[in-house]
């Protein structure tokens, strides 16, 4: 987890005495934002009207994955997000898009969340946990057992636990009164600090690092630990393959290594979803490194760095989270990934160095990741950022023109059906039927308006593919109908189904993709999968054999986001690399050839690639700087560089450098930060919005409304658009 994450407050201008407010912003996956809904934030957004957040250290914690907890000044501790293993503390599985209490009790003092599991310390200083706690994650709760618990359970029967804690969900650091330190849960890349690694060094129980009574504070990392001392000094231990350790090396340590000679350290934090670490020294310096994908460090670069450096020349930082950090004057700044609005500047584009979130003064303290969550002066808590399942706590033929479908807050095309998910998470679906991939338990040609898939609400995410629909609901399992042709609906027969089936049994389905004949998933561990037809290797498991049921591709643990095209797939790894394989007759994969790839290969060898798209024969993709750029068949000017002439590695568009959604089809749509809409390529039933039928060989701006939002807009393999 980061030790201070995204967790600020602020005071200027508000009447009264300096009450701690509490915001959040970013990936809402789960409802980890706590605002009660499943939107995403770009700007900061009040979670609720509550003004008695605590504002001590160690009261406020998001997990870097999907689970957010504060403690108010009550005592009481409250949770929201995910909950699939009961890291909501009440006795379920279900997330929860609006912070709930954790039972009845008032004498919560420390808490830290973990990925999947929460650690809290009572003002008696006993030591509880509860959450994900498998062999997977070696007894990372810490209570000898490797059960998952959805309730509080006390760990062990001491009372000298301080709030110096930190969970990264598969690890956990924790400092006593006595100024021990202490380790449980997974160790193999020596991330507990006790000079072993491997799967002999996991620990079930908490286990004393070396005998030192002198640590003071401690964050976990990626398979990583740092810690300081109450002498000022910095020390890290365990993986280091982006020299987040610190120590000049990207050697891995399986004990505690320090960290140069300074004795001016005085906070730290990390994040359990990447290998970047923040500091800062008691003189009011920012100091940075580690992995810098996305401007993760904020030193205006993308490049890793192996030893501390610092971050601009200001000298009044005064608090920090992971790639946000708040001074003295209660301004509030964020850098680095924003791909889910994280950073909340009210856009998409990745920052390389520090921005000032709006021009409030009265921030107090941040916790961040993808999600991030503020704290005001006030008392009041505020998130932005992605909303996807709460984690912040929506009749005609051809159109040449944009039309109306209604109010919804999702929505995917295929070319000849729809699918759209209601801000109540009700599904519905309209278009073409014969294969029954409007999930109405029949094959009706044809339903040309929204009907509602069964009566279920707690749908989370939809792809329309080729023929068939898939969705993934809010308890992460995953279903699919419509045609199984070559085994595309993945529940391993070739039977076409007219009503949702449920793919397997699993609940860690995190994002799926629909293509022409094939399906891309993403499990919430990062790892990737496919099934359907396997023509020209699009499948990526080194073979050209259908798969009628989902299969890993690879061993990768790395993955952030897929497409899956008409037979080609894409996808970015969490550092920015750009993937792609599967058939490539046009040069649609990127890799400067046109022969099919049965595997995975990387594009190039950059590491800013922010987003993606697979079209039918070609490919989108957007940077981290906002530029844009294409590849692959240009038959009808799609790629949008003025041409109609194929390439097969990928080119800029133009030279704006403000573009922030594109997404392909048989054409291609595109949003940039000022809401405009842009659109170009085939255009034959009119899905240009031009008013004609004249293709477009480059960007043609769609009337003049700046409202346009990155999401909104979806273009199909077919060559009908459709907006929402």
């Keep these: 987890m980061l030790l201070v994450e995204k967790l600020l407050t602020a005071s200027a201008g508000e009447a009264g005495p300096a009450v701690p407010a509490l915001y959040a912003w970013g990936n809402n996956i789960a409802g980890r934002l706590g605002n009660n809904t499943s939107q995403n934030w770009g700007v900061p957004q009040a979670l609720g009207s509550d003004t008695n957040w605590d504002a001590d250290d160690g009261t406020l914690s998001h997990g870097g994955g999907f689970l957010c907890a504060a403690v108010k000044t009550t005592g009481a501790l409250f949770v929201w997000g ?13 997330p929860k898009s609006s912070p709930i209490q954790v039972g009845s009790a008032t004498d919560w003092a420390y808490v830290a969340a973990g990925n999947s599991n929460v650690i809290a310390v009572k003002t008696n200083g006993t030591l509880w946990a509860w959450g994900f706690n498998s062999s997977i994650f070696s007894g990372s709760l810490g209570d000898g057992t490797i059960i998952s618990r959805s309730s509080p359970v006390q760990i062990g029967a001491l009372t000298d636990w301080s709030q110096n804690i930190s969970s990264a969900g598969t690890h956990v650091l924790a400092v006593k009164t006595d100024g021990t330190l202490w380790a449980w849960g997974v160790g193999f890349n020596g991330q507990l600090g006790t000079g072993l690694s491997g799967n002999a060094a996991a620990r079930s129980s908490p286990v004393q690092v070396g005998a030192l009574t002198d640590w003071s504070k401690v964050a976990t990392g990626q398979d990583y630990s740092v810690a300081i001392k109450t002498n000022g000094t ?24 320090q960290i140069g000679a300074d004795t001016n350290w005085l906070a730290i934090a990390t994040n359990s979803n990447s290998s970047t670490t923040y500091a800062l020294k008691t003189n009011g310096t920012l100091w940075a490194w580690g992995s810098g994908g996305n401007g993760a460090l904020g030193d205006n670069t ?6 501390p450096i610092q971050i601009g020349s200001d000298t009044n930082w005064a608090s920090i989270g992971v790639a946000a950090a708040v001074k003295t004057t209660g301004t509030l700044w964020r850098w680095g990934n924003n791909g889910t609005g994280q950073v909340g500047d009210n856009t998409n584009i990745s920052r390389s160095s520090p921005v000032q979130v709006g021009t409030d ?12 969550i503020a704290q005001k002066t006030t008392g009041s808590l505020w998130s932005w950022g992605n909303g996807t399942n709460g984690a912040l706590g929506l009749n005609q033929g051809n ?7 209604g109010n919804f807050a999702s929505a995917s095309f295929s070319g000849v059906h729809a699918a759209a998910i209601s801000s109540g998470g009700a599904l519905y679906a309209w278009g073409f039927n014969a294969a029954g991939q409007l999930g109405q338990n029949t094959a009706t040609y044809l339903i040309a308006s929204p009907i509602q898939v069964g009566s279920s609400s707690d749908w989370e995410t939809v792809s329309a593919g080729g023929g068939a629909t898939f969705s993934i609901k809010t308890d992460g399992t995953l279903w699919a109908w419509g045609t199984a042709a070559n085994g595309f609906l993945g529940d391993n027969t070739v039977i076409d189904k007219s009503s949702p089936i449920q793919i397997g049994a699993l609940t860690d389905w995190l994002i799926v993709s629909g293509g022409s004949v094939h399906a891309l998933a993403l499990k919430t561990n990062g790892t990737l999968w496919a099934w359907g037809s396997n023509a020209g290797g699009v499948i990526g498991d080194n073979t050209i054999i259908n798969k009628s049921s989902p299969v890993q591709i690879g061993a990768d643990t790395n993955w952030a986001s897929i497409s899956a095209g008409g037979n080609h797939s894409v996808a970015i ?9 599967g058939t490539n007759s046009s040069g649609q994969i990127g890799d400067g050839t046109i022969v099919n790839r ?10 800013n690639w922010l987003s993606v798209s697979a079209g039918s024969i070609y490919t989108l993709a957007l940077k981290t700087n906002g530029t844009l750029w294409a590849w692959g068949t240009n038959g009808s000017g799609n790629l949008g560089d003025g041409t109609v002439v194929a390439k097969s590695s990928p080119i800029q568009i133009g030279s704006d450098t403000n573009w922030e959604a594109a997404i392909a089809g048989a054409s291609s749509l595109g949003i940039k930060t000022d809401g405009t809409l842009w659109a170009w390529g085939l255009n034959n039933v009119g899905q240009l919005a031009s008013g004609n039928l004249l293709p477009r060989s480059s960007p043609t701006q769609i009337g003049t409304l700046t409202t346009w939002q990155p999401g909104a807009i979806f273009s199909s393999q077919t060559g009908a658009a459709f907006l929402a």
């Design 82 to 94: 995910s909950g699939d293993s009961g890291q909501m503390g009440d006795n379920t599985i279900l």
């Design 573 to 581: 790894k969490t550092n920015g690399t750009l993937w792609a394989w």
């Design 361 to 372: 003064t009265n921030w107090l303290r941040i916790v961040s990741g993808s999600t991030s």
């Design 234 to 257: 910095l020390w890290a231990w365990g993986s280091n393959t982006s020299g987040q350790i610190g120590d000049g090396t990207t050697i891995a340590r399986s004990s505690p290594v």
């Design 399 to 405: 159109a040449s023109s944009p039309v109306f479908v």
């Design 302 to 307: 993308i490049v890793n760095k192996s030893s």
């Design 598 to 607: 049965s595997s995975p290969v990387q594009i190039g060898v950059d590491t």
